[in-house]
């Protein structure tokens, strides 16, 4: 990569998001144990890169689909964090009215369709929003994300040989973060790996970096596009990982500290960018710290807005759902 200002000031637009991401994350974390957050949270710390290097190709026009773990995804496709806060407290002025929480948020005017509590079953719907996108011929691509967990699921295949057949507008984003729940890949998938799942289907499937944000965002641009240009559905494996437990009530015994902690050292999506912003785009610490706190007072803003919120009224029981 270069070093000129426009480059620089690219990177710095990336660091601030991927720590919007992790901040924002920390902030739920704690008021969850506060409990403001409460029932199921699945939490993205780690994973950061994935979206928000695939967020660096995607359009207005794309739809997004993915599984429970999803305020990120929300965050990325331009939801307030005001709103994500608000909904993963229960509060009526969140983006679902309080009626989602954690797992069921979706936004309709970002074209972001969930949020889905059921392992695997986002992944038919994404086909169905593809399906849609050629339809209507929109250029849209529908971006369907689920885990090394849903992997397994029969749906995920049947889903397969559909979009393959009808050649739909969809990239298949797997977030491999090595451990569905808390049973490792290597145990729970036949040959211990996901990469050749699409091979019967004729999908192709690009083995990706999913803690490099560059590499997200390079090595799908292309990929995406022919999609978008009329080509055969594609699937994004991410090799990637999640820092905290399955979920707010999972300590994760089934893993190693010292496991976590050499990922953190040596694969941190964040350290990552933040090392090349200094050492070779001539970002100082003041830059950095700068985007913390800037994103750290959103952050704490989104919080209070959250927890000053009043819930859904009781008459809005009924609404919003249909028959």
Known sequence: MGSSSAERERTLIIYRKLVLARVFEEKVSELYRQGYVYGFCHLYTGQEAVIVGLSENMKQTDSVITGYRDHVHM???????????????????????????????????????????????????????????????????????????????????????????????????????????????????????????GDPFGIRTILMDGMDVFEVRDKSKAAIEDVRNGGNPVIFHMDTYRYKGHSMSDPAPYRTRDEVETVKKTRDPIARVKHLLIEELGADEHEINSVIAEVTTIVDKAAKFAVDSPPPADSALGMDVTL
Request: charged share 15%; hydrophobic share 40%; with cysteine.
């Open 75 to 197: 965050l990325l496709r331009g939801v307030s964090p005001e709103e994500v806060m608000a909904e993963l407290c229960g509060k009526a002025t969140g983006c679902s009215k309080g009626k989602g929480g954690s797992m069921h948020m979706y936004s309709k005017s970002k074209r972001v369709y969930g949020g889905n509590g059921i392992v695997g079953a986002q992944v038919p719907i994404g086909a169905g929003l593809a399906f849609a996108h050629k339809y209507r011929n929109d250029g849209g691509v529908s971006f369907t994300f689920f885990g090394d967990g849903a992997a397994n699921q029969g749906q995920v295949y049947e889903t397969f040989n559909m979009a393959s057949l009808w050649k739909l507008p969809i990239i298949f984003v797997l977030e491999n973060n090595h451990y569905g729940l808390g049973t490792s890949v290597k145990r729970a998938a036949a040959g211990g790996v996901l990469i050749n799942r």
